[in-house]
């Protein structure tokens, strides 16, 4: 009897041996993987908050964490929280028209607002991705920006500050856009001196200013 015992405590041995050989590594494989998404779950927590995160109604447009990949949205990340806060009440009481922008404004709190600013100004912005060809637009646009002072309002770097948004690095379309919005007089600027500025640029400005900025990088790039 005894022998039998010990016989089947050999097997049972030798059993979970060979199973530990054989589902071990897919066991510690599995563990690894759980520990990564753990850490991961952990860091975007820390980042954008408990889940659901608001910011995320945010990705079709503006990409994730604000770094757009559509040309017709401007990227988010690294906007200062002020100013990110002073456009979404625009944008909730009418003064910025847009109405995409205006429903999803109007449904958020002024605690809402104060998070999805905060959690971009935390954002890196990204390096642009496409190589400027053209040297003399990239050129005549460098010279506009120097000669109207876009640094005044936008950085000296053109990386933004808490009341004008970041031109470096923002996609050629959407500034071409809110250039043309700013001269027509389809978005104002409570100080009008945007819409002052743009009345004074051609189209061919515009052109140009936008190229040389959209292929400007933020000098707190990702990657620079």
């Keep these: 009897m005894k022998r039998g015992i010990k016989i089947g405590a050999a097997l049972a041995v030798t059993a979970g041996i060979a199973a530990g050989a054989i589902f071990g590594p897919q066991l510690w494989a599995g563990y690894r993987f759980m520990e990564v998404v753990d850490k991961q779950s952990q860091a975007s927590e820390a980042n954008g908050g408990p889940w659901p995160q608001l910011q995320d109604t945010c990705i079709l447009c503006h990409g994730q964490n604000g770094q757009s990949q559509n040309t017709q949205y401007p990227a988010l990340a690294g906007l200062s929280a002020s100013y990110i806060e002073s456009q979404l009440h625009a944008f909730a009481q009418g003064d910025r028209p847009s109405p995409p922008m205006a429903s999803i404004a109007r449904r958020l ?27 003399a637009t990239l050129e005549q646009g460098k010279r506009l920006v120097a000669d109207k002072g876009c640094v005044t309002c936008h950085g000296d770097q053109l990386q933004g500050s808490p009341i004008a948004p970041q031109l470096a690095g923002q996609s050629e379309m959407y500034l071409a856009d809110q250039m043309i919005a700013f001269k027509q007089g389809d978005r104002k600027d409570p100080t009008q001196a945007m819409n002052g500025l743009a009345q004074t640029l051609s189209d061919d400005d515009i052109k140009a200013a936008a190229y040389y900025l959209a292929h400007t990088p933020p000098p707190n790039a990702d990657g620079k």
């Design 109 to 135: 709190t002024d605690e809402d607002i104060e998070m999805l600013a905060a959690f971009y100004e935390r954002q890196t912005p990204v390096m642009p991705e496409t190589v400027a060809d053209n040297t």
